[in-house]
C-alpha cells in the first residue's frame, strides 16, 4: 500500500503540471502494458482514456486489466471475451479490426520456392532469463531448426531472429557459424529491402516461439507450429487457440 500511494502522489504531481491542464484525451496505443494507477488519476482529471487491443490473445488473458473509456478491440470474439473479464472498467467497445496489419501489401512474388520463416525469442542478457524464457530453450530452438533443414534439404529456412548481437554469448555465436554452413538456412538480415510482413505473405511455414507473429501468420491463413517448451505458457496460449 505504502508503494502504491507513492507512485500515486509523483504521478498525481507530474499530471498537475501546467503542461497536461488542457488535456482533453489519453490515446494508449499499448493497452497491455498500459497502467491503471495512471487511468485512476486521468478519470478524476475528466480527461478521457482511448484504447487500441494490440493483440489478438490479449482478450482472453486473465492477467489483462484496465479502465478506458473506450477501447477498439479488433472483432466480436474479442469484444466478448473482454466484456466476460471482470478486472475491466471500460464503457465502450468499438470493433475496427487490427490496425496493426499492412493489409495493402503487393501481391508480387519475392522467391521462387516459398519459404519456411522461423522466428526466435531472445533474451538479451543473462538477468532476463527466466524459467520460460532462457539461453537454453533458445539453443533447443536453433538445434530443431538445423535438424529441419538437413531432414527437408530442398527446403529454405529463414531466420528472423531478435538477437543483434551474439559476440556476448560465445555458445550462440558459436551455432551462428554452424547454420551459415547449410546453403539452406539464412537469416532475415539478407532480405531487409522487403517488410517482414511480404516476406511472411510469402512463406509457406511459420516456426515461432509464442510471439506476436502468430497473429500476423493466422491473418495471412498460414500453417504455424509454435516452439513451445515452456511450462508455464500451457495457461495462457495453449488453451486459448489450439495452438499446439
Not at 480527461?47 to 486489466?65: D, E, P, T
Request: glycine fraction near 2%.
Amino acid at each position: 500500500v505504502s508503494i502504491l500511494l507513492a507512485s500515486f502522489r509523483r504521478l498525481n504531481n507530474e499530471f498537475n503540471k501546467d503542461i497536461f491542464s488542457k488535456t482533453k484525451f489519453c490515446l494508449v496505443a499499448n493497452d497491455y502494458n498500459y497502467d491503471n494507477l495512471t487511468s485512476f488519476i486521468l478519470k478524476k482529471k475528466n480527461i478521457k482514456i482511448l484504447g487500441v487491443q494490440n493483440r489478438f490473445i490479449y482478450c482472453n488473458w486473465k492477467l489483462y486489466s484496465n479502465i478506458f473509456d473506450t477501447l477498439y478491440v479488433m472483432d466480436k470474439f474479442s469484444e466478448k471475451n473482454f466484456r466476460k473479464n471482470k478486472h475491466n472498467i471500460i464503457k465502450n467497445y468499438k470493433v475496427i479490426g487490427n490496425i496493426f496489419l499492412n493489409k495493402k501489401l503487393p501481391n508480387n512474388k519475392i522467391f521462387k520456392k516459398k519459404p519456411i520463416l522461423c522466428f526466435d525469442y531472445s533474451v538479451k542478457n543473462l538477468n532476463e532469463q527466466m524459467y520460460d524464457v532462457s539461453f537454453k530453450n533458445q539453443l533447443s530452438f536453433y538445434e530443431d531448426i538445423l535438424n529441419l533443414s538437413i531432414k527437408y534439404p530442398n527446403e529454405q529456412f529463414i531466420i528472423k531472429s531478435k538477437f543483434k548481437d551474439f559476440r556476448n554469448f560465445p555458445e550462440f555465436k558459436k551455432f551462428k557459424k554452424q547454420l551459415k554452413k547449410y546453403k539452406n538456412i539464412s537469416f532475415y538480415s539478407f532480405f531487409n529491402n522487403y517488410s517482414l510482413e511480404s516476406i511472411l505473405k510469402n512463406s509457406k511455414i511459420i516456426i515461432t516461439k509464442p510471439s506476436s507473429v502468430i497473429d500476423l501468420a493466422l491473418y495471412f491463413k498460414k500453417k504455424v507450429i509454435v516452439h513451445d517448451y515452456e511450462p508455464n505458457f500451457k495457461s495462457l496460449i495453449k488453451n486459448f487457440i489450439n495452438y499446439g
